[in-house]
């Protein structure tokens, strides 16, 4: 029918139904794509670039994979499969940081992750099993549906900017702003900045606020 959207990939046969027998799975062609992005950027990511890595033509890969959308979201739910879920403590909120900190490394292995979470977020099979343990975590919370699933996306949010900025913060032009910040604060027009900075000079202690700022943006969602 005209107009009608494509069911999302994990919808979709494994391979195109016509042609020859598959050579290759989507699980491959996911792991050189990541592989890829880790080592060049998401920038470098073309079906063209991941059909060179696997030894095969470009051609090919569309019988696997319909756009490079498809491949994104591939990519991005086979970071999910990373996580250890443990069973729930009874301890909500200590079991959410922890979640939050293997996200926090998940990122970080992976440098492109953090912007894709933030422009185009995307549940495949892993990411569900995430979001599944996130609702089994809090299951015996009182706050309504609608707020778990606000805390699971600001808990991926959240940490998603939190590396990004740990990214920013080793960046010569975060260092030249930061000094120009301080250089304003020190002429004297500003001193409510000048007090902040006083008390917190920019980029000390970011990762030492990590579980604090979470914390107080899931006790304020849940309530």
Do not use: C
Request: glycine share 8%.
């Amino acid at each position: 029918m005209a107009g009608q959207q494509e069911p999302v990939i994990w919808l979709r046969p494994e391979q195109a139904p016509v042609g020859r027998p598959a050579e290759r799975s989507r699980a491959e062609i996911t792991a050189a794509a990541v592989e890829l992005a880790d080592r060049e950027g998401l920038e470098a990511v073309s079906m063209r670039r991941v059909a060179s890595a696997l030894g095969t033509g470009a051609a090919s890969l569309y019988r696997y994979v319909a756009t490079r959308d498809d491949l994104l979201d591939l990519m991005i739910d086979s970071t999910a499969s990373e996580y250890d879920l443990h069973p729930p403590s009874g301890a909500w909120q200590a079991d959410l940081l922890a979640l939050a900190h293997q996200a926090r490394q998940i990122m970080r292995r992976h440098p492109w992750l953090p912007a894709m979470v933030m422009s185009r977020p995307t549940l495949g099979p892993h990411g569900i099993d995430v979001l599944e343990h996130v609702l089994d975590v809090l299951a015996d919370h009182p706050a309504d549906p609608a707020r778990k699933l606000e805390a699971f996306a600001l808990l991926n949010g959240l940490t998603a900017l939190f590396v990004q900025n740990e990214g920013a913060a080793a960046d010569t032009g975060a260092v030249r702003q930061a000094a120009y910040l301080r250089h304003m604060a020190a002429a004297g027009d500003h001193p409510r900045i000048a007090a902040l900075l006083g008390a917190a000079p920019p980029g000390s202690g970011s990762h030492d606020r990590f579980d604090a700022v979470l914390a107080r943006t899931l006790t304020g969602v849940l309530g």
